[in-house]
Structure formats: structure tokens, C-alpha cells
């Protein structure tokens, strides 16, 4: 037996060769692979043991999984109810089924509903606790459709040229263009909020929790400008401000002008031949042309009216045998506590400091992010980079390919 020793150029060599030879091979394998994904097979969304079903009315399909049928029949005579109330007072009704779908895989209390590509409904069963700002109701299930039926009714009116476009480019069936879904969100929330009121017993604008939020807002000089609103705000409720703002500037209009401007805006708004009417984000064209201001001296006069209004109130509290009660702060800052609770009898208060959390772990996530990740990539991975010129003796394909000797050639011989 004869072992011969190669110099280490022709050592290089081979050991390039060997490396070509198996990166062509997996040149080719891994192309197969993405192909082999692309073959069809068995796909599951969701729960695949929940069994579906579904009901058709006159002007609604609600589909549901199992066990929920009762509350679907009883979701039948909600829906239709709702349907009967709310056109008269949109003037406007879908021209085919709207689709309704129930759920109850959260405990999220909450619904959606979207105009595109056709109208559509998703209801959560979950009803609010009593520490929710949804807690104002007198039939969750009847609450929660009427809000979000208002924003089917609403965002599902186009008049002139989208109407057209719609059937034309839609093929009659879908919805490409609607005008009324890009209008700012304090307006699409604010006129569901103000349905679910006027249309039933309860809803959040007689809710004592809103009429609080927007009462510190004001006495407390926190009162937010309108671009402020038609924007994200980090000011307590947050995410509830267009609902909170919304509502009750869409009220004040409703009781200045009457009902039927706001129907009338929404109408101007979803669409005529006129560039003036279809033309999106022109909110302030649309109030002028129904009520003769824009928008902007419309919300001047709103606020003027919830300061006179609260500190109206703030004075007869002030003047009454219970007198203010003023509160106390126990935290630091935080942007929202978890459900505190009394214990002890009412001795101690009791919370999860979970805003703390968050606002730590973003934190701590940001600087592990731009400083401590580059910094550890720099000091341990970058003699392990491949580039063009040392590509072939790069320590992790060797490892790969199993190369751990240089005296790779042994041959037998007489």
C-alpha cells in the first residue's frame, strides 16, 4: 500500500473539486424541493373538527360552526330587525345578502364589517364585562349588530360614477371601489357608535364611562384637535378615540341640523358624477354642500358646547352635599392597569402591572436590536463570512461536507 501526500496547491485543488461537485448537486436538489411544496395537498384554515352550517333569510346568509345554532336563529330575527330599523334611517339597503359570519374561538368581545369585495359581517359571541367600555347594552347580540350593520349600510353607499365603476370593473358582483371606506375613522366609527344608541336603550353615548373619558379630556385642557382625532393620539383611550370623539361630534351635528344631514353626507360622500363628490378625502366639501360649514368650524363649535356642557356639571357637583371626590394616584406612570381589584374588603387594590411590561420589553427589545445584535455579529461572525475570494475555505462548508483531513487520497498499488 502506497499513501501518497499532495502539496497544497493540488490539496486546494481536489478539495475545490469536491466542493463543486456536491454544491452542484444541491444546485439542483433545492429547486426540486420548492417544487415538491408547490404540489397540491390537503389544506385546513382554522378548527378543522367545527361543522359549519349556514341560514339564509331574506337579506342576510349566517354562517356558523356548531354548537351555536340557537343563537343563530335567534342572530335571524336580529339581523332582519336591524335591517327593517336601519335603511329607513341610511336610505340605502345592500343589493345582494349580506354575509354574516358568527364565531365564538375568543374571549374578545368585538365585531367587523367591511364593504369589500362585498359586504360581510364577522361577530364575535363574547359578551363584555362590566369594566369594558362596551358595558352600556340592553342585548349584546342586538347592540353588536346594529353597529356593525350601520357600517355595511354606510361604507356599501356609492351613487355616480364608483357605482358604475363598481359594476362595470366588479362584474356586478363586487365592490372595488368605495368611498365612504376611506373616510376618516371617527366618522365611520362615530356614526356606528351614534346607530347603537339612537337605535336601542343603552349604547356608549349613555354610557357613564364615555361621558367620563370625555369629561376629564376637557377639564383637564387634554381636549383633542380634529387632526389629532382623524389620527392615532397617544392620549388615554387611545384606540377609543375615534369612537369617543366621533360620536359625540356626530351627535352634536345630528341635533344642529337633524338626522338627515348625516345621511345626506354619507350619500354626497359615496359618490355622484361630480370630481367634487367621488374625489376621496374631501370630508370638509361634503359637510359644507349638506350643512353650509365645513367641518373644522363645525368641531369649534362642538367643543365650545362640551365646555360649557361639563363645566355646567362640574359645578353642580361641586355645590352638592357629596361634593368632588378627588383621587389619589397609587402608580407611577402607566399606560393602562389589568383589571385592578379590591381584596382585603376594599382594604388593599390589587393590579397587574402589565403596561410596565410591555413598555420594558419593547425597550429592552429595541437596544438588543440596534446595539447588542450587530455588536455580537461583529466580534464572533465576521471570520466566518463568505466572500468571493475565500469562499472555498470557509469553515462552515467544510464542516458541512465532512472535510476534516488535508490527506484525502490513499491508493493501493503492488
Same mark, same amino acid.
Given at each position: ?14 478539495h475545490?473539486?469536491r ?14 424541493? *420548492?417544487?415538491?411544496?408547490?404540489l397540491?395537498s390537503?389544506a ?6 367545527l361543522? *359549519? ?8 346568509r ?5 354548537p351555536? &345554532? ?5 342572530l335571524?330575527q336580529?339581523?332582519?330587525?336591524? $335591517? ?6 341610511m ?5 345582494f ?13 368585538n &365585531? ?8 360581510t359581517?364577522r ?24 353597529h ?8 356599501d353607499?356609492?351613487g ?12 356586478? *358582483? ?12 371617527w ?13 336601542s336603550?343603552?349604547g356608549?353615548l ?10 376629564? $379630556? ?10 389629532q ?19 359625540a361630534?356626530l ?6 341640523? &337633524?338626522?338627515?344631514?348625516l345621511?345626506?353626507?354619507v ?15 374631501g ?17 369649534e363649535?362642538?367643543?365650545?358646547? !362640551? ?11 361641586? !355645590?352638592?352635599?357629596m361634593g ?7 402608580t407611577?406612570w ?27 420589553? !419593547?425597550?429592552v ?14 466580534l ?5 463570512l463568505?466572500?468571493k475570494?475565500?469562499?472555498?475555505q470557509n469553515r ?10 488535508w490527506?484525502?487520497?490513499?491508493f493501493?498499488g503492488?
Amino acid at each position: 500500500m502506497v499513501t501518497l501526500s499532495l502539496s497544497p496547491r493540488q490539496r486546494q485543488s481536489h478539495h475545490h473539486g469536491r466542493l463543486r461537485a456536491s454544491c452542484g448537486v444541491l444546485h439542483w436538489i433545492v429547486p426540486l424541493l *420548492w417544487l415538491l411544496c408547490l404540489l397540491p395537498s390537503q389544506a385546513l384554515a382554522g378548527d378543522p373538527e367545527l361543522r *359549519w352550517r349556514s341560514i339564509e333569510t331574506e337579506h342576510f346568509r349566517i354562517s356558523y360552526h356548531e354548537p351555536l &345554532g340557537q343563537v343563530a336563529q335567534r342572530l335571524v330575527q336580529v339581523a332582519e330587525t336591524s $335591517h327593517r330599523v336601519l335603511v329607513p334611517v341610511m336610505g340605502h339597503a345592500p343589493r345582494f345578502r349580506t354575509e354574516v359570519v358568527l364565531t365564538d374561538d375568543t374571549d374578545f368581545s368585538n &365585531g367587523s364589517a367591511t364593504a369589500m369585495p362585498f359586504p360581510t359581517v364577522r361577530l364575535y359571541l363574547t359578551a363584555p364585562d362590566d369594566r369594558s367600555e362596551l358595558n352600556d347594552f340592553d342585548d349584546w347580540l342586538y347592540a353588536l349588530f346594529v353597529h356593525e350593520y350601520t357600517h355595511i349600510l354606510h361604507l356599501d353607499t356609492m351613487g355616480g360614477l364608483p357605482k358604475w365603476v363598481n359594476l362595470l370593473l366588479g362584474f356586478g *358582483w363586487n365592490n372595488i371601489y368605495a368611498p365612504n371606506q376611506v373616510q376618516p375613522r371617527w366618522f365611520i366609527e362615530g356614526l356606528a357608535v351614534l346607530e347603537e344608541t339612537e337605535r336601542s336603550s343603552a349604547g356608549r353615548l349613555r354610557s357613564a364611562m364615555f361621558d367620563m373619558y370625555l369629561r376629564s $379630556h376637557v377639564l383637564e385642557g387634554k381636549f383633542l384637535r380634529l387632526d389629532q382625532v382623524s389620527n392615532q393620539t397617544r392620549l388615554f383611550p387611545r384606540g377609543n378615540v375615534p369612537y369617543l370623539y366621533g360620536s359625540a361630534f356626530l351627535r352634536y351635528i345630528m341635533k344642529r341640523f &337633524g338626522h338627515d344631514s348625516l345621511k345626506e353626507v354619507v350619500a354626497r360622500y359615496g359618490g355622484c358624477w361630480s370630481p367634487d363628490c367621488w374625489v376621496p378625502w374631501g370630508m370638509s366639501r361634503s359637510f359644507k354642500a349638506v350643512t353650509g360649514h365645513a367641518y373644522g368650524p363645525l368641531y369649534e363649535a362642538f367643543s365650545q358646547d !362640551l365646555a360649557e356642557r361639563f363645566r355646567k356639571q362640574a359645578s353642580e357637583v361641586a !355645590l352638592s352635599p357629596m361634593g368632588q371626590t378627588h383621587g389619589k394616584p397609587l402608580t407611577d406612570w402607566k399606560a393602562t392597569l389589568d383589571r385592578p381589584v379590591y381584596i382585603d374588603g376594599g382594604k388593599s387594590l390589587l393590579w397587574g402591572p402589565v403596561a410596565s411590561s410591555i413598555v420594558w420589553g !419593547l425597550g429592552v427589545s429595541t437596544m438588543l436590536t440596534l446595539f447588542v445584535v450587530p455588536l455580537l455579529f461583529s466580534l464572533f461572525m465576521r471570520p466566518w463570512l463568505i466572500t468571493k475570494d475565500a469562499y472555498w475555505q470557509n469553515r462552515t462548508l467544510q464542516a458541512l461536507f465532512s472535510f476534516s483531513s488535508w490527506q484525502i487520497a490513499t491508493f493501493a498499488g503492488n
